[in-house]
């Protein structure tokens, strides 16, 4: 009797000891931060700028006269295009399979329309002092081309890329954003050049209505829309009028910009419905997001500097840095370089 006391109480003590270590691993845990997954950076000598996602651990950057595609976590890079011109603007395309270069050599500026391959596609030079481009995310060959010239007089024109056609605007407008396949907005001249009324135009019924009166800024994103509105009180705040999703107003501080007023650097993570904004926090900034189901703001990255951001694919990442040089994980706040004086995990 006394030997099988013995052997139970040495079985117990066995079970007990094979079942801490899992019981340690599940108190102590692996912490969001330290299971991030790590960047490979690059080296100042190898890359200028950060221009955006590809997908969601492939960026591209410029450097050298070439555009270069790279993953992040493994290092691996690639050479998509090479011009004698600066490369001035990228743009990436909706669903990330057609890319826009813009670049300026002698005077004039070109546009260049290539897939993800490098195989270019469609390409236009312009005699501009500045051009401006509103790449329709729902038709990604199509866009509206704004013309400067050194006076800032500007010529809006409508571009079928895939028809290689090319024609004045029916709406003279030098900044506007796509709603819809065939419709975009814009602000139209107020009584003061701080705010005008907000209209959308329809090319295929050729009709123009008004959307809002007193409007400051306008954007959009796919599934998101936007318009902002100065409020009556001293405090520097904006109403900002999501009308996609969902029907939302919230309030956020305005910047001054260009002798106006305008939303702090913003982004918007489409997967989660989620808008990323700047807010000032004494002499720095945090960066929160706000949710556009529960309308709720959690503060992301604290004490910072305000700076562009881009948010990635999935929403798990934010490129940021005025070269996009950076790279914040939007779950721990957790901010890494891109770009280093020294190539090295």
């Given at each position: 009797?006394?030997?099988?006391?013995?052997?139970?109480?040495?079985?117990?003590?066995?079970?007990?000891?094979?079942?801490?270590?899992?019981?340690?691993?599940?108190?102590?845990?692996?912490?969001?931060?330290?299971?991030?997954?790590?960047?490979?950076?690059?080296?100042?000598?190898?890359?200028?700028?950060?221009?955006?996602?590809?997908?969601?651990?492939?960026?591209?950057?410029?450097?050298?006269?070439?555009l270069?595609?790279?993953?992040?976590?493994?290092?691996?890079?690639?050479?998509?295009?090479?011009?004698?011109?600066?490369?001035?603007?990228?743009?990436?395309?909706?669903?990330?399979?057609?890319?826009?270069?813009?670049?300026?050599?002698?005077?004039?500026?070109?546009?260049?329309?290539?897939?993800?391959?490098?195989?270019?596609?469609?390409?236009?030079?312009?005699?501009?002092?500045?051009?401006?481009?509103?790449?329709?995310?729902?038709?990604?060959?199509?866009?509206?081309?704004?013309?400067?010239?050194e006076?800032?007089?500007?010529?809006?024109?409508?571009?079928?890329?895939?028809?290689?056609?090319?024609?004045?605007?029916?709406?003279?407008?030098?900044?506007?954003?796509?709603?819809?396949?065939?419709?975009?907005?814009?602000?139209?001249?107020?009584?003061?050049e701080?705010?005008?009324?907000?209209?959308?135009?329809?090319?295929?019924?050729?009709?123009?209505?008004?959307?809002?009166?007193?409007?400051?800024?306008?954007?959009?994103?796919?599934g998101?829309?936007?318009?902002?509105?100065?409020?009556?009180?001293?405090d520097?705040?904006?109403?900002?009028?999501?009308?996609?999703?969902?029907?939302?107003?919230?309030?956020?501080?305005?910047?001054?910009?260009?002798?106006?007023?305008?939303?702090?650097?913003?982004?918007?993570?489409?997967?989660?419905k989620?808008?990323?904004?700047?807010?000032?926090?004494?002499?720095?900034?945090?960066?929160?997001?706000?949710?556009?189901?529960?309308?709720?703001e959690?503060?992301?990255?604290?004490?910072?500097?305000?700076?562009?951001?881009q948010?990635?694919?999935?929403?798990?990442?934010?490129l940021?840095?005025?070269?996009?040089?950076?790279?914040?994980?939007?779950?721990?706040?957790?901010?890494?370089?891109?770009?280093?004086?020294?190539?090295?995990?």
């Amino acid at each position: 009797m006394r030997y099988l006391v013995c052997v139970l109480l040495s079985a117990l003590v066995l079970c007990l000891a094979a079942c801490e270590p899992s019981h340690q691993q599940q108190d102590t845990g692996v912490s969001a931060k330290s299971a991030e997954q790590k960047i490979v950076p690059l080296s100042k000598k190898e890359a200028e700028k950060t221009e955006g996602w590809l997908d969601n651990r492939t960026i591209l950057y410029t450097a050298h006269h070439q555009l270069m595609k790279y993953d992040l976590f493994s290092g691996k890079s690639e050479r998509l295009y090479e011009t004698k011109g600066n490369i001035v603007n990228v743009k990436i395309s909706r669903k990330k399979q057609l890319i826009l270069i813009q670049v300026t050599s002698s005077g004039q500026t070109e546009l260049v329309l290539m897939n993800k391959q490098g195989k270019r596609l469609y390409h236009k030079a312009f005699n501009s002092y500045e051009l401006e481009t509103a790449w329709n995310p729902y038709d990604p060959y199509q866009m509206m081309i704004t013309v400067f010239t050194e006076t800032w007089d500007f010529t809006a024109y409508t571009a079928d890329m895939n028809n290689g056609i090319l024609k004045k605007s029916p709406v003279q407008a030098p900044f506007v954003h796509w709603t819809s396949t065939d419709e975009f907005q814009y602000i139209k001249q107020g009584k003061t050049e701080e705010e005008g009324p907000l209209y959308s135009y329809d090319l295929q019924t050729k009709k123009e209505k008004r959307v809002l009166h007193h409007v400051i800024w306008a954007d959009s994103r796919p599934g998101m829309t936007i318009a902002v509105r100065q409020t009556d009180q001293s405090d520097g705040d904006g109403e900002f009028l999501f009308q996609k999703p969902a029907s939302v107003t919230h309030r956020f501080p305005l910047q001054e910009k260009y002798q106006s007023f305008a939303p702090m650097e913003y982004d918007y993570d489409q997967t989660h419905k989620r808008f990323y904004i700047f807010k000032p926090e004494g002499r720095s900034y945090n960066l929160i997001s706000f949710d556009l189901g529960d309308e709720r703001e959690r503060t992301v990255l604290k004490n910072t500097e305000m700076e562009p951001i881009q948010i990635s694919p999935n929403g798990e990442y934010a490129l940021y840095g005025f070269t996009y040089d950076r790279l914040i994980s939007l779950k721990t706040g957790m901010t890494e370089p891109i770009i280093t004086n020294e190539k090295g995990v």
